[in-house]
């Protein structure tokens, strides 16, 4: 079936989409969107955390056909290599990507966090990050990442590409 | 396969008359996961995320008219304060991109007898709201699971709506995992102070074949509440009273060891969830504030 979606600002008509895959596969394998990664399929890890018309979803959970005519942000959408969002940067300063697989779904959840919440303590940071699973950085240094963004994007704010209303 | 999306209800009951054995989509948290894993190969997926009637909730009276696709995030933030049991048990949902998906009717559809929704919904003695092209009936929670991932609606049949009176006292909600998010329950425990009816509703969760009340249990505690005139005095229960009530809580429920705890185990959480969850809400309304 073809799937006529929104990604990241710009329309899309995707071609000979199976009727029972998830938004993530038809991101990834059809539409050259890498940055969102599949590791569970079950809604697990968080690693594919998309906003979906301005909420975060796990993709792998979302079938591709419920994305037409919706709005989709991946987290390539929220900044390039050139160009990367505060969140990304504190992921990088504070030392919070290790192997990097589970980094896209938390800069996109931590993206949604301090969008919602600009000054979040310890425990609402924990909370809002407890659907995405790292297996290498102990948390610590991803908490530090969070406290660091809020930080900077406090002392200068930042245009929101997520699509939300809000 | 099949994707139909329906934007009207109409259209959706249409669809499901036409193709009954199509499986109903919402949040995609169980059903997605099937189709990941290869588990399940429908003929049909019946989108329903674009029928804004099922997207709402509204008021009749003090009923909640709760639709089926209302999200756990909207029940947390929206409904608080009508049905607390549900708001609470809605908290303990995955993580919050799952609770930003996954909704009570598609709970009530996956019928799974660890479904969060199940114990708060007996425990408010809710009634489920059935739709077909023929028309429309409501099923009460006591006769809606009718085995394991199973429940009373047809295969024409959507679940529209979840009906819900608005809380007259306390509610209390408590689950057992091995984390705060993301867990799968190992037991689950909702109970539900009437006072107005002067009654008790309780529901258990993943410790029988369906989730299920503890009917004697409930009957035992009512009976021990107004006997001793303490819906109106508000007194402290009396310690054997409470562990009375949890020992008969445990023995309504039939548990089975599997990956994620024992049977044993699933008894004596159940005995302790009910023992705590009492103490909770009637500390509530002996505070007067509910």
Same mark, same amino acid.
């Given at each position: ?81 050139? #160009?990367? @969002? +505060? ?6 300063? =504070?030392? &919070?990507?290790?192997?990097?697989? /589970? *980094? ?12 919602? #919440?600009? @000054? +979040? ?6 909370? =809002?990050? &407890?659907?995405?699973?790292?297996? /290498? *950085? ?25 699509? &939300?209303?809000? | ?290």
């Amino acid at each position: 079936m073809r799937v006529t979606t929104t990604v990241n600002g710009e329309r899309y008509d995707v071609d000979d989409v199976w009727e029972g895959e998830s938004l993530l596969y038809m991101l990834r394998e059809r539409m050259g969107l890498p940055g969102s990664k599949n590791a569970c399929e079950q809604g697990e890890c968080g690693s594919c955390t998309v906003y979906l018309d301005g909420l975060p979803v796990c993709a792998c959970l979302v079938a591709a056909g419920q994305a037409g005519g919706r709005q989709v942000t991946t987290v390539e959408g929220l900044g390039s290599a050139e #160009d990367l @969002h +505060p969140v990304q940067q504190a992921f990088i300063a =504070a030392g &919070a990507v290790q192997c990097g697989f /589970c *980094t896209p779904g938390l800069i996109v959840q931590t993206h949604d966090l301090l969008r919602r #919440d600009p @000054h +979040p303590d310890d425990a609402e940071i924990r909370e =809002a990050l &407890a659907g995405n699973l790292c297996r /290498c *950085t102990g948390y610590e240094k991803i908490l530090d990442a969070v406290r660091l963004a809020a930080e900077t994007m406090s002392a200068a704010p930042v245009d929101d590409p997520s699509g &939300a209303a809000s | 396969m099949e994707f139909l999306a329906a934007t009207t209800l109409s259209d959706a009951l249409a669809a499901k008359r036409e193709q009954p054995e199509a499986v109903p989509l919402m949040g995609g948290t169980d059903v997605m996961v099937e189709l990941n894993f290869d588990r399940r190969r429908p003929p049909a997926l019946l989108d329903l995320t674009g029928v804004r009637e099922l997207d709402e909730w509204s008021m009749d009276g003090d009923v909640v008219r709760l639709g089926a696709g209302v999200t756990y995030t909207r029940v947390i933030e929206e409904l608080g304060q009508a049905l607390p049991g549900l708001a609470m048990a809605s908290r303990t949902v995955g993580s919050p991109q799952i609770r930003n998906r996954g909704t009570v009717g598609g709970n009530l559809g996956a019928a799974s007898p660890a479904g969060d929704s199940h114990p708060p919904l007996l425990a408010a003695g809710a009634k489920i709201e059935l739709a077909s092209v023929t028309g429309t009936r409501t099923v009460s929670i006591d006769d809606f699971y009718t085995g394991v991932k199973s429940h009373a609606g047809r295969p024409d049949e959507l679940i529209t709506a979840v009906l819900v009176r608005s809380a007259r006292g306390p509610q209390q909600f408590s689950k057992i995992g091995t984390r705060n998010a993301m867990v799968i329950a190992v037991s689950s425990f909702g109970l539900a102070l009437h006072p107005d009816v002067k009654r008790v509703r309780t529901g258990i969760g993943s410790a029988a074949p369906t989730p299920r009340r503890a009917v004697e249990a409930e009957s035992f505690l009512s009976s021990a509440l107004e006997e001793h005139d303490l819906w109106e005095t508000r007194a402290a229960l009396a310690d054997s009273l409470v562990r009375e009530f949890g020992e008969r809580v445990k023995a309504a429920a039939r548990p089975i060891d599997d990956v994620r705890g024992t049977a044993a185990y699933r008894l004596h959480s159940l005995a302790v969830m009910a023992r705590r969850t009492l103490g909770w809400a009637w500390a509530d309304y002996a505070g007067g504030t509910a």
